[in-house]
């Protein structure tokens, strides 16, 4: 193995976005010799990462089309991590310069978003990275040398957008590789750390940085809807259920309900005939309510055209409650959502650079 890091090392030196002798080369190597070295070690590393045999994925990637300037081959769970636009993995990065290697805890650095490739927003990175730390940390104290910034000396953007997305990552320089045993230490390590994050993030509802739930559902329905293949790759697939949906609505009304009661309203749920959600009135004040309750942070939800046009039309007597952060208890039956943080805006006035469309209807005169 230390052999095979090596040459991609020397191959990196002298890349091209062309498919030359040498990048083909490159190609076989990450995507099928390095890929089979650590297949060798499936079993280890499904232990390491407390995961089935079966549910551990491996793959090398150097560009499609043109040769990528950082080529990469990553470990990683097929049900959590299915691509590698999404969620957490242990990966080999070149450096651009060939004069370093580093094996990364890391993640998906780009996401779907209103149908298109995405870099994510570095400060959506940092949150997650934020949240991934501490899960590790006293892990991660048994290895003073882990790196928590890479340097890819990549020229490309995309060579140097894996940077950001690094958890911790040991180096390994062209010249001082080690031997086989070393790197299998070092591997299994890393996968361990990989196990503690799948492990957290299958016991909560929202990863801080992640895309809400619900944007991720509508995103996909909507690629779905009009026969995109992207609409088959990507997100982690930890939709929310019937249920799960209905608790979070009935949670985030009856946090609103309180709201407003509490200031002297009468309140009337009117979600199930109305295009919005609660009817207000106070002497001879209305008030034309929209509730949306969400297990994220809250800072984007998903808004329906109809939606839009009545509380455009209600305004100024038009509020939008947010109620963020509700938790679900899935070990009871029916699933249960408890807290939230409830803002709300009023009047609430929906300017156009806020709203992103994630799908049209075309008339195409057929």
């Known amino acids: 193995m230390n052999e095979l890091l090596t040459e991609v090392l020397g191959l990196q030196k002298v890349w091209q976005a062309k498919n030359t002798k040498e990048m083909q080369r490159r190609g076989v190597l990450v995507r099928t010799e390095i890929r089979d070295w650590l297949r060798e070690h499936a079993e280890p590393l499904a232990a390491a990462m407390e995961i089935p045999l079966d ?64 870099p994510r927003e570095p400060a959506a990175l940092k949150k997650r990275i934020a949240w991934a730390r501490p899960l590790i940390k006293q892990v991660v104290a048994e290895r003073p040398d882990l790196l928590t910034q890479i340097l890819l000396a990549a020229r490309t953007k995309l060579g140097r957008g894996y940077e950001p997305g690094n958890v911790v990552a040991i180096e390994y320089q062209r010249d001082a590789i080690p031997n086989p045993d070393v790197l299998s230490d070092d591997l299994l390590f890393m996968a361990r750390l990989l196990g503690l994050l799948y492990k957290a993030a299958g016991d909560v509802t929202y990863v801080p940085g992640d895309l809400p739930v619900e944007v991720r559902e509508a995103t996909q329905s909507a690629a779905a809807t009009a026969n995109r293949r992207s609409a088959r790759k990507g997100g982690q697939g930890f939709l929310l259920t019937a249920a799960e949906r209905r608790a979070i609505e009935n949670r985030s009304v009856q946090l609103a309900t309180q709201h407003f009661e509490a200031q002297g309203w009468t309140v009337k749920d009117v979600g199930a005939s109305k295009p919005y959600d609660l009817h207000l009135t106070r002497a001879d004040e209305k008030l034309h309510v929209e509730v949306k309750g969400t297990t994220s942070d809250g800072s984007q939800i998903i808004l329906t055209r109809a939606e839009v046009e009545w509380q455009r039309k209600f305004a100024p007597d038009n509020a939008l409650v947010i109620v963020h952060s509700i938790e679900l208890n899935r070990t009871v039956e029916p699933v249960i959502a408890t807290r939230g943080v409830l803002h709300c805006t009023s009047p609430w006035t929906i300017e156009e650079e806020t709203l992103t469309v994630i799908s049209y209807i075309h008339r195409t005169g057929l």
């Open 55 to 118: 549910d551990l994925g491996v793959e090398g990637k150097d560009g499609a089309g043109q040769r990528a300037e950082v080529a990469w081959t990553r470990v990683y769970s097929k049900s959590r991590t299915p691509s590698a636009t999404d969620g957490w993995y242990i990966v080999y990065l070149f450096s651009g310069d060939g004069e370093r290697v580093y094996l990364s805890l890391n993640q998906g650095t780009t996401e779907w978003n209103a149908g298109e490739l995405k």
